[in-house]
C-alpha cells in the first residue's frame, strides 16, 4: 500500500511542464492514473489502484461522491423510493460488506451512506478533485493520456494533465432515452423522463400513462397505482415479473444456489417458470402479454408489487403507443387513452462526450464500443472502463473485479511485460465478445451481462494475467 | 495457499446469518490518526481477554483499539452451531464497521479467523499471535500435554485449556483461575475445522503480517509458530517463559509493546 507514485494534486502552476499541447501547458502526472467520476465504480477504481500501489486523480463533476445513489445530484435517476433490486450478498463490494443489521434489499439512502463510509474508511476523498468537470481524454505518446478538465459548468480554465492510464467511470445512467413517437410535439399533457421523477407527489391524483417495462417503469406504476387517479402501462413486449422474495428468500439468492450446483440453464428456466408459475401464476389472466422469450433472456425484473395492483384494477397493462395526439395517446390495438401525465421509463444511453469515438473502436459514433470485457479497449492498453455493464444482479462487484485487474494489469506492464502483451493480444482477438448466454437482442441490452458468466470470464483473465 | 477466487456462490447464495456481535473499545483521548486495532480472540475466549491489559495499553499509546467476542463467545450471541466461515464473517463485518482501515489481530484459533478474514477485507496489516492454524501436529502436541481437555473436542465435546496451557507460573494462582473459568466454547463445527483447516485464499492487499509467540507455548509448538511465520514470509518473533495466553499472562506488556512498535516501524501499516 505504499504510493510512491503520489505527486499530490495536479496544478500546472506549480508543475513547470515540459509538455505541451496547442501551446497550452500540460503538467506531468507521472505514473499518476486518472480515475473518471466517483460513483460507486470510480470509487472502487481509487481504492484498487490504491491498494495496488499507483497514486490517483479521480476528477467528478459533483460535489460529491455516490454517482446515481446521491439524489442530490442533478443526474441522478434515484427517486424517493428507489430500492435495490438486487439483494446486499451481490451488491456489495466484495471485501466491504454491507451491515448484518441492514435488510436485504436497501433503501437507496442506505447506500449512499454505504458508499461514504467506504470513501472514509480507505481514506478516498483526498484523491478526489470535486466540482471538476473532464472535457476531453485524448491519447497521448508512450501509451499516455492528456486530460483536459475544467470547473463543473464551463468555469474557470482549462487544465491538461498526463496520466499514465485512464478508468473511465462515468456511469451509463444519467443521458436519458427517449422514443420517438409521432406527434409527440403536439402533445398537450405533461411528459417527463423518469430520470426528473423523483417523488410520488408527483402523481398524485393525475392520470398517468407509464412507457416501459424496465424495473424503473414497474416501480413508478406501482407508485402511480398508489397515487395516481389512474394508471396505465404500456409495454411493448410480456416480460416476467419475479417476485423479490421466493421461498421466503431473496430470489436472486434461490437463483444462484442453482447457479452454484451448475444446474443447466434449460433445468433452471423450466424450474423458474415453474416457481413463477405458482408463485404469480398466469399473467396473460391479467391482460398482461405473454412473454415472447423464456426467464434469464432479458434483463430481470424483480417486482413483487406490480401483478398485485394489476389484479387490483390500479394498473391497466396497455400495448405500446401507436402516436400521440394532442390530448390523447393512441395505442397499438387503436385504443386511446388520455392521461395527463406521461412518464418514459424508456432507458438511459451511455455517453463519452469527452472521448473521440474511434478510440473505442466505434468510429460510427452509435455508442456501442467494442471492448473485451466491457472494459479494455483494442490498441490503448492504459485504458479502462468501469461499470459500462447492466448485470442480471448488483452491478459494484463487477466494478471491484474490473478495477482490479486493470491495476494488476498496470503492475504487469511495469513487473512481467510479456504477460501485459499477451494480455493485449487477448483484447484484440476477444473484444466484443458476451456474457449472457442467449439474450433478446436490443440496444438496451447489448451492454447486459450474466453475473456468473461475467465474473467467470474476469476471473480466467485474472489468472491467466498472473499464471505462474 | 490457494488462488484468488472471484466466483463465490456460496456466499451469495447462502450469506452467513447475522447475530448480535460484542465489541469493547478503548480509545485515545487525542486522534492521532492511527489506525485502528481490532482484536481477535481464540476460541473459548471473548473481547474480555483484551480488555484486561490490552486494550487500554493501546489506546494509552495513541491506537484506537477495539476488542470483539465471536458468535457464541463471551457477551455476543449464542451460536453453537457457527462456523469457521461465520467466525470469519463476524471478524470482517465488524473490522468494516470501524471508521478507518483496520489491523486485525488474532489471538490462537482467532488468528486463523482473521488470516480467512484477509481475504475478505483489506486489512492495513495482520498480527497473529500464537496462532492455532490447526493439523493434525497440533492436535497430537495437545492430546500429549491435555489429553482429559482435549478428547472430548475430538468427538464434537467442549476443548477445555489448562491452566499449564495458558499461563507460566509467574501468574498469580487465583488469576488464573479467574480467567481460566471465564473460558467458553468454540461451535463444535468451527472446531472441527481445525483438524482438516481449509487454506485461506490469499490476502486482499497484501498487508504487511507480523507472527508471535513464546518457545514455551503449551498449545502451539515452536514449528508450528515457525511454519506460520514462514508461510507469510518472515520469522516469528518469541516471548520465552509466557504461556498461551500471552494478553493474559504476567509479563503482558512486552509483547504488545512488540506490536506497536512494529506497527509504529511498518511503513505499509500507517
Ligand atoms: C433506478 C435505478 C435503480 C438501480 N438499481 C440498482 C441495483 O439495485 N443494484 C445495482 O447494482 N445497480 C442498480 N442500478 C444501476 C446503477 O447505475 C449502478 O448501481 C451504479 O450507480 C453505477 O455506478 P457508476 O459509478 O458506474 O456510475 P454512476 O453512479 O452514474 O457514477 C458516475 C459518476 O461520474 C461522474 N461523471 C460523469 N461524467 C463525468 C465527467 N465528464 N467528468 C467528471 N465526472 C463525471 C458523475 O457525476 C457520477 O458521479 C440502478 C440504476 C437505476 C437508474
Same mark, same amino acid.
Given at each position: 500500500m505504499s504510493t510512491s507514485t503520489d505527486h499530490g494534486r495536479p496544478d500546472p502552476e506549480a508543475t513547470p511542464s515540459a509538455l505541451s499541447r496547442d501551446d497550452r501547458p500540460v503538467s506531468d502526472r507521472g505514473d499518476t492514473v486518472c480515475v473518471i467520476g466517483a460513483g460507486a465504480s470510480g470509487l472502487t477504481a481509487i481504492k484498487n489502484l490504491r491498494e495496488h500501489g499507483f497514486g490517483v486523480d479521480c476528477y467528478e463533476r459533483? /460535489?460529491?461522491?455516490?454517482?446515481?445513489? #446521491?439524489?442530490?445530484?442533478?443526474? $441522478?435517476?434515484? !427517486?424517493?423510493?428507489t430500492h435495490l433490486l438486487s439483494s446486499k450478498p451481490f451488491t456489495q463490494f466484495p471485501d466491504f460488506p454491507m451491515?448484518? $443489521?441492514?435488510?436485504d434489499y436497501p433503501h437507496h439512502s442506505e447506500l449512499l451512506s454505504y458508499f461514504e463510509r467506504y470513501a472514509d474508511h480507505f481514506d478516498l476523498r483526498s484523491h478526489i478533485w470535486f466540482g /471538476?468537470?473532464?472535457i476531453r481524454v485524448e491519447p497521448a505518446a508512450g501509451d499516455r493520456w492528456n486530460v483536459t478538465t475544467r470547473s463543473t %459548468?464551463?468555469?474557470g480554465p482549462e487544465r491538461t494533465s498526463q496520466y499514465a492510464a485512464v478508468v473511465i467511470? #462515468?456511469?451509463? #445512467?444519467?443521458?436519458p432515452k427517449l422514443p420517438r413517437y409521432e406527434g409527440l410535439e403536439q402533445f398537450r399533457g405533461e411528459i417527463m423522463h423518469?430520470? $426528473? !421523477?423523483?417523488?410520488?407527489a408527483q402523481l398524485r391524483g393525475k392520470r398517468v400513462l407509464v412507457v416501459g417495462a424496465g424495473n424503473t417503469g414497474c416501480d413508478i406504476a406501482v407508485e402511480a397505482a398508489q397515487q395516481a387517479s389512474r394508471c396505465w402501462h404500456s409495454t411493448r413486449r410480456g416480460y416476467w415479473y419475479a417476485p423479490k422474495y421466493v421461498l421466503g428468500r431473496p430470489a436472486d439468492q434461490v437463483n444462484d444456489t442453482l447457479l452454484a450446483l451448475r444446474v443447466p440453464l434449460r433445468v433452471r428456466q423450466w424450474l423458474y417458470h415453474w416457481t413463477l408459475r405458482l /408463485?404469480?401464476?398466469?399473467?396473460t389472466r391479467f391482460g398482461l402479454p405473454k412473454p415472447d422469450h423464456r426467464v434469464y433472456e432479458t434483463h430481470p425484473i424483480a417486482n413483487s408489487q406490480l401483478v398485485y395492483y394489476v389484479g387490483h384494477g390500479a394498473i391497466g397493462p396497455v400495448p405500446d403507443v401507436a402516436r400521440f395526439h394532442p390530448y390523447a395517446v393512441e395505442l397499438a390495438d387503436g385504443r386511446e387513452i388520455d392521461p395527463e401525465l406521461v412518464i418514459f421509463a424508456t432507458g438511459y444511453l451511455p455517453r *463519452?462526450? *469527452?472521448?473521440?469515438a474511434s478510440v473505442f473502436g466505434d468510429s460510427a459514433g452509435a455508442g456501442r464500443p467494442t471492448l473485451w470485457l466491457n472494459a479494455f479497449t483494442p490498441g490503448h492498453p492504459t485504458l479502462a472502463v468501469a461499470g459500462l455493464v447492466q448485470p442480471d444482479s448488483g452491478m459494484f462487484t463487477l466494478s471491484h473485479w474490473q478495477t482490479v485487474l486493470f491495476a494488476r494489469l498496470l503492475q504487469a506492464r511495469r513487473d512481467r511485460p510479456e504477460r501485459a502483451a499477451a494480455f493485449a493480444q487477448r483484447v484484440r482477438d476477444r473484444? %466484443?465478445?458476451?456474457?449472457?448466454?442467449q439474450v433478446k437482442e436490443s440496444s438496451r441490452h447489448? *451492454?447486459?451481462?450474466g453475473h456468473a458468466d461475467y465474473l467467470r470470464a474476469v476471473e480466467r483473465a485474472l489468472h491467466d494475467l498472473e499464471g505462474k | 495457499m490457494s488462488e484468488l477466487r472471484i466466483m463465490r456462490g456460496r456466499e451469495w447464495s447462502r450469506p452467513v446469518r447475522p447475530a448480535r456481535r460484542e465489541v469493547l473499545s478503548a480509545t485515545p483521548e487525542?486522534?492521532? &490518526?492511527r489506525p485502528p486495532l481490532l482484536f481477535v480472540p481464540g476460541? &473459548?475466549? &471473548?473481547a474480555w481477554a483484551f480488555a484486561e491489559h490490552w486494550l487500554g495499553h493501546a489506546a494509552s499509546r495513541g491506537f484506537p483499539a477495539y476488542a470483539m467476542s465471536l458468535r457464541?463467545? &463471551?457477551?455476543s450471541e449464542p451460536a453453537p452451531e457457527a462456523t469457521l466461515r461465520a467466525y470469519a464473517h463476524d471478524v470482517v463485518q465488524v473490522a468494516a464497521g470501524l471508521p478507518r482501515q483496520a489491523v486485525l489481530v488474532g489471538h490462537g484459533a482467532g488468528a486463523l479467523v482473521v488470516a480467512h478474514a484477509l481475504a475478505r477485507y483489506p486489512a492495513r496489516g495482520a498480527v497473529l499471535v500464537?496462532?492455532?492454524? =490447526?493439523g493434525w501436529g497440533v492436535l497430537g502436541a495437545a492430546l500429549r500435554r491435555n489429553p482429559a481437555g482435549t478428547l472430548p473436542a475430538v468427538f464434537g465435546g467442549p476443548l477445555r485449556l489448562s491452566r499449564g496451557q495458558l499461563f507460566s507460573?509467574?501468574?498469580p494462582d487465583e488469576e488464573a483461575r479467574r480467567h481460566v473459568a471465564r473460558l467458553g466454547r468454540a461451535g463444535r463445527r468451527a472446531q472441527w475445522a481445525l483438524l482438516g483447516a481449509p487454506d485461506a485464499e490469499p490476502a486482499v492487499g497484501a498487508p504487511p503480517v507480523l507472527v508471535l509467540g513464546s518457545p514455551d507455548d503449551r498449545v502451539v509448538p515452536t514449528s508450528a509458530l515457525t511454519g506460520v511465520a514462514r508461510h507469510y514470509g518472515s520469522a516469528p518473533l518469541l516471548f520465552p =517463559?509466557?504461556?498461551?495466553d500471552l494478553m493474559l499472562d504476567?509479563?503482558?506488556a512486552e509483547p504488545i509493546d512488540a506490536i506497536l512498535d512494529w506497527l509504529e516501524k511498518e511503513p505499509a501499516a500507517h
Open positions: 459533483e /460535489t460529491g461522491i455516490g454517482g446515481a445513489w #446521491n439524489w442530490r445530484h442533478d443526474r $441522478s435517476p434515484v !427517486y424517493a423510493s451491515p448484518d $443489521s441492514w435488510p /471538476t468537470e473532464v %459548468g464551463g468555469y467511470a #462515468n456511469g451509463h #445512467n444519467w443521458s423518469a430520470s $426528473s !421523477y423523483k417523488d410520488p /408463485t404469480v401464476g398466469d399473467l *463519452f462526450e *469527452f472521448l473521440d473484444a %466484443g465478445e458476451r456474457y449472457s448466454g447489448w *451492454f447486459e451481462v | 487525542l486522534e492521532e &490518526g476460541f &473459548g475466549h &471473548g457464541g463467545h &463471551g457477551g500464537a496462532p492455532v492454524f =490447526g507460573r509467574e501468574l =517463559g509466557m504461556g498461551h504476567a509479563r503482558w
